[in-house]
């Protein structure tokens, strides 16, 4: 863990690697570092070299792969989503929207976690966290179809960014068909409520 915090990058971006790679080797054993390899993480995603923040990216995917993708994104959000430094905010958005198109079909609950988050992050002080934001609700969209206009319209938002976001997800044509969405949300609300 030291190693991911040396300033010098090579070394720290060697140990974020190594990290990912343990990550993969270990499966199971590896859950219980979680508390101290995430926050670890979302840290280097301040760095002033983007190979170490591809590489903290990349251990919080791989910590996603091992794990589950909405407890990570859950852990790191408590960190990321308002972090006092606006790269942190970009990058960690940009690492859920990878998420994103990677767990779709598995982790249909990622999406609702995220997508409150992800909306307050349009109205951040900072341009390029407000693009990564927009960025990523095209990417759930992408994967979710129909369904997250539903899930848009929940959060009352105020007509001008609603108006925004509908105008650039038209240009998109959305990776299945709306009933398999429908489907899918259906299946995951009745597990919900089973467990009630």
């Not at 990058?9 to 990290?19: D, V």
């Not at 101290?36 to 993480?41: E, T, W």
């Not at 969405?181 to 299946?187: R, V």
């Amino acid at each position: 863990m030291d190693l991911t915090r040396d300033a010098n990058f090579r070394i720290a971006q060697g140990g974020l690697q190594a990290l990912s790679v343990a990550a993969v080797v270990a499966d199971d054993h590896f859950k219980i570092h979680l508390n101290a390899l995430v926050p670890a993480a979302v840290e280097r995603l301040d760095d002033g070299k983007q190979p170490v923040r591809d590489a903290a990216r990349q251990l919080l995917i791989t910590l996603m792969e091992v794990s589950s993708p909405t407890i990570i994104v859950e852990r790191a959000g408590s960190y990321a989503w308002t972090h006092k430094i606006w790269r942190v905010r970009d990058e960690f958005v940009r690492t859920v929207a990878s998420a994103v198109g990677l767990f779709a079909s598995t982790e249909i609950s990622l999406q609702r976690v995220l997508l409150s988050p992800v909306l307050q992050l349009m109205n951040d002080s900072n341009q390029s966290v407000r693009d990564a934001a927009i960025s990523c609700i095209e990417e759930m969209y992408k994967h979710m179809g129909s369904q997250s206009h539903e899930e848009l319209q929940r959060h009352n938002l105020p007509s001008y960014m609603l108006k925004e976001i509908n105008s650039r997800l038209d240009k998109i044509e959305p990776k299945v068909r709306s009933s398999d969405t429908a489907m899918q949300y259906k299946a995951v609300e009745s597990r919900g409520n089973a467990g009630m």
